[in-house]
C-alpha cells in the first residue's frame, strides 16, 4: 500500500492534454510544497520531469506541469506524444520522521 | 556531467546482508544528500534512506532497524547495507541525488537487480 494514491492507468490520443492526480495526506501533500513527479520509462530508471509542486528541471519540456490544491497534487501533459508512454510517480516530502513518500505510479497508454 | 553507477551482488541469500555501493562520477560527492530508492518487480518506488556529504542519515523507518547507510567522501562512493533479508527485499536497486535538499531527486543511477533467494 503507497502511501500517496495515484490511479494505475490513464490513456489519451496523441495531441490531448492529460492530468494525473495524487492523494496523499495533510501529513505530506497538503503540508509542504515539496511533490516531484518522475517519469519511468520501460526498463529505465525515473526521471525527474516536476519539483517543488510546479518546477520544471532544466531540459524538461514545458509540455510537463505541475500544480497542487489541498492534498492533491497534479501532473498534467499537454500535447501528448507517443513518446510519453510511461509510469509517472509523484513523491511528497512527509515530515521529519516518515521523509519522503512516493505514490503506487499512474502508467500512461498512448492510444 | 555527473553519473551515478551501483555495484554490488545480484543475488544475495535469505537472512543474509545485501551490501552495494554507489559510485559518483564526473563530480564531488561533497555537499548533496545521497539516497537509497528501490523498486519490486513490477511494483512501485520506495524510499530506503539517505545520507549527507557530513554523514548525517535519515531512514525509511519500515527499514531503519535493517539498514545503514554510509559515504566515503575520498572515493566519491556511498553504500547501502540491508541486513536479514528476505523475499520481499528483491527489487532493483537506485542510488540518487538529491542535489538541494528540497526533498526531490534530479540525478539517478541505472539500478541493478538483487534478487533474495537460496
Known amino acids: 500500500q503507497s502511501a500517496l494514491t495515484q490511479p494505475a492507468s490513464v490513456s489519451g490520443s496523441p495531441g490531448q492534454s492529460i492530468t494525473f492526480s495524487c492523494t496523499g495526506t495533510?501529513?505530506?501533500?497538503?503540508?509542504?510544497?515539496?511533490v516531484s513527479w518522475y517519469q519511468q520509462l520501460p526498463g529505465k530508471a525515473p526521471k525527474l520531469v516536476v519539483y517543488?509542486?510546479?518546477q520544471r528541471p532544466s531540459g524538461v519540456s514545458n509540455r510537463f506541469s505541475g500544480s497542487k490544491s489541498g492534498n492533491t497534487a497534479s501532473l498534467t501533459i499537454s500535447g501528448l506524444q507517443a513518446e510519453d508512454e510511461a509510469d509517472y510517480y509523484c513523491?511528497?516530502?512527509?515530515?521529519?520522521?516518515?521523509?519522503?513518500?512516493f505514490g503506487g505510479g499512474t502508467k500512461l497508454t498512448v492510444l | 556531467q555527473v553519473q551515478l553507477q551501483e555495484s554490488g551482488p545480484g543475488l544475495v541469500k535469505p537472512s543474509e546482508t545485501l551490501s552495494l555501493t554507489c559510485t559518483v562520477s564526473?563530480?564531488?560527492?561533497?555537499?548533496?544528500?545521497w539516497s537509497w530508492i528501490r523498486q519490486p518487480p513490477g511494483k512501485g518506488l520506495e524510499w530506503i534512506g539517505y545520507?549527507?556529504?557530513?554523514?548525517?542519515?535519515n531512514y525509511n523507518p519500515s527499514l531503519k532497524s535493517r539498514v545503514t547507510i554510509s559515504i566515503d567522501t575520498s572515493n566519491n562512493q556511498f553504500s547501502l547495507r540491508l541486513t536479514s533479508v528476505t523475499a520481499a527485499d528483491t527489487a532493483v536497486y537506485y542510488c540518487?541525488?538529491?542535489?538541494?535538499?528540497?526533498?526531490?531527486?534530479?540525478?539517478w543511477g541505472r539500478g541493478t537487480l538483487v534478487t533474495v533467494s537460496s
Open positions: 564526473g563530480g564531488s560527492i561533497s555537499s548533496h544528500y
Open positions: 513523491c511528497s516530502y512527509a515530515g521529519s520522521g516518515t521523509y519522503v513518500v
Open positions: 495533510s501529513s505530506d501533500v497538503g503540508s509542504y510544497n515539496l
Open positions: 545520507i549527507y556529504y557530513s554523514g548525517s542519515t
Open positions: 540518487a541525488r538529491d542535489g538541494t535538499g528540497a526533498w526531490y531527486f534530479d540525478l
Open positions: 517543488e509542486v510546479s
